[in-house]
């Protein structure tokens, strides 16, 4: 089960996920700190209630009896309303498998976006994480699948397994003040060459 959670929503189930990963020392358990998070400005909860980021999305809450085990978040990037982010913070509780709640996130934050007008949906991973990227291509790649069929535009790995081909950058793009690498996805082709001249010249906000 999703739920989605903004500034101005019942939030307990975002908190209760953060302070379940605290025994968690990967480096993505470092964003779901929530003891003083308002003086982290990289965690989720600061993004959810201070830089109030997920106002134009949301930050979904994947639970299971009731007990959060996963998160991730979607919102409009703040200079271009039709281009989204997905997949922000995303994060999975050690010991369960991240593949079903992560691809249900995934998925529902793609349309979530669609619907509100994105023409690109982006991902994206600090500069040492380059090789998280081309594995998400990979995944999301048609040819890779025996099974994969093409639907109303839409692809499929098998049937209710939405895939997304991505394409990449040939260089790293600066967001929030730190070099990332990003992969994206092409709603409207139209719109692609304006997308492509905003990463060229850098203009990314947060």
């Known amino acids: 089960m999703i739920?989605?959670?903004?500034?101005?929503?019942?939030?307990?189930l975002v908190?209760?996920?953060?302070?379940?990963?605290?025994?968690d020392v990967r480096?993505?358990?470092?964003?779901?700190?929530?003891?003083?998070?308002?003086?982290?400005?990289?965690?989720?909860?600061?993004k959810l209630h201070t830089d109030k980021l997920y106002d134009t999305g949301g930050y979904g809450i994947w639970s299971e009896s009731g007990k959060?085990?996963?998160g991730g978040g979607w919102h409009q990037m703040p200079w271009h309303k039709n281009i989204y982010y997905i997949g922000n913070r995303s994060y999975t509780l050690p010991g369960k498998n991240q593949g079903l709640p992560q691809n249900q996130l995934w998925e529902a934050q793609y349309r979530s976006s669609r619907v509100s007008g994105a023409k690109i949906v982006l991902g994206s991973f600090n500069h040492y994480n380059h090789k998280i990227i081309e594995r998400a291509v990979r995944l999301n790649d048609p040819d890779q699948h025996a099974r994969s069929f093409e639907l109303n535009g839409e692809w499929y790995r098998e049937p209710g397994r939405l895939i997304l081909p991505l394409k990449t950058l040939d260089h790293s793009?600066?967001?929030?003040?730190?070099?990332?690498?990003?992969?994206y996805h092409v709603i409207d082709p139209t719109f692609e060459a304006e997308f492509l001249d905003i990463c060229k010249n850098n203009k990314f906000g947060r």
Do not use: G
């Not at 908190?15 to 025994?23: D, G, P, V």
């Not at 793009?173 to 992969?183: D, G, K, L, M, S």
């Open 15 to 23: 908190t209760q996920l953060c302070y379940l990963s605290e025994s």
């Open 68 to 70: 959060p085990i996963a």
């Open 27 to 46: 480096p993505a358990a470092q964003n779901m700190s929530a003891r003083d998070f308002c003086d982290k400005p990289h965690t989720v909860l600061y």
């Open 3 to 12: 739920t989605w959670h903004t500034s101005e929503t019942q939030n307990d």
């Open 173 to 183: 793009v600066e967001i929030a003040h730190t070099q990332q690498w990003i992969f």
